[in-house]
T-cell receptor
């Protein structure tokens, strides 16, 4: 069990650029979650997948954000036309099943938009 | 709407002293409850969870938490704090049932624990 991994760990980009983050969940986990954490706050839910299907998106996820999980394995989160307000830690988590199963978190990708 | 409140943003305790971190939740039914710890540069690690049954749950690293339905609380405790416990602690609620059965977690704002030598 190698844990959840995220790449890159840090990303600095200029406003208006597009960025893409990757999350590799624990291999047998069918659920994958994305959260966003800003300084001094707890993580906030963005979206989740069951296998390859994206089943819920938060209202925090504007149309500049898109997430995919092809073949139900790794997932990508893309932010288009980044804004300074997008600066945050983006966390990925995976779990074996539905509500109540433990979510295992990756180390996060810290995005800084200049 | 579901919510989680951690009233203490920052707590400082002396090493060896006892610790209690407060968590209150707002939810229509008994949710799943979690405590996570986050150290600088590290991901969130689950300390313990409550689903049902015994209201006093034991976790890793010597932590325990008690669910009190009447107070909508799930406070985290440790009898003797170690310097390595300095970190940020998050209480979280897992919605369940119906269209909310996504497994997504709702987190509190977090409590930063500082340990004095």
């Amino acid at each position: 069990d190698t844990g959840v991994s995220q790449d890159p760990r840090h990303k600095i980009t200029k406003r208006g650029q597009n960025v893409t983050f990757r999350c590799d969940p624990i291999s047998e986990h069918n659920r994958l979650y994305w959260y966003r954490q800003t300084l001094g706050q707890g993580p906030e839910f963005l979206t989740y997948f069951q296998n390859e299907a994206q089943l819920e998106k938060s209202r925090l996820l504007s149309d500049r954000f898109s997430a995919e999980r092809p073949k139900g394995s790794f997932s990508t989160l893309e932010i288009q036309r980044t804004e300074q307000g997008d600066s945050a830690m983006y966390l990925c988590a995976s779990s074996l099943g539905a509500a109540g199963y433990e979510q295992y978190f990756g180390p996060g990708t810290r995005l800084t938009v200049t | 709407a579901q919510s989680v409140t951690q009233p203490d943003i920052h707590i400082t305790v002396s090493e060896g002293a006892s610790l209690e971190l407060r968590c209150n939740y707002s939810y229509g039914a008994t949710p799943y409850l979690f405590w996570y710890v986050q150290s600088p540069g590290q991901g969130l690690q689950l300390l313990l969870k409550y689903f049902s049954g015994d209201t006093l749950v034991q976790g890793i690293k010597g932590f325990e938490a008690e669910f009190k339905r009447s107070q909508s609380s799930f406070n985290l405790r440790k009898p003797s704090v170690h310097w390595s416990d300095a970190a940020e602690y998050f209480c979280a609620v897992g919605p369940l049932g119906g269209s909310s059965n996504t497994g997504k977690l709702i987190f509190g704002q977090g409590t930063t624990l500082q340990v004095k030598p």
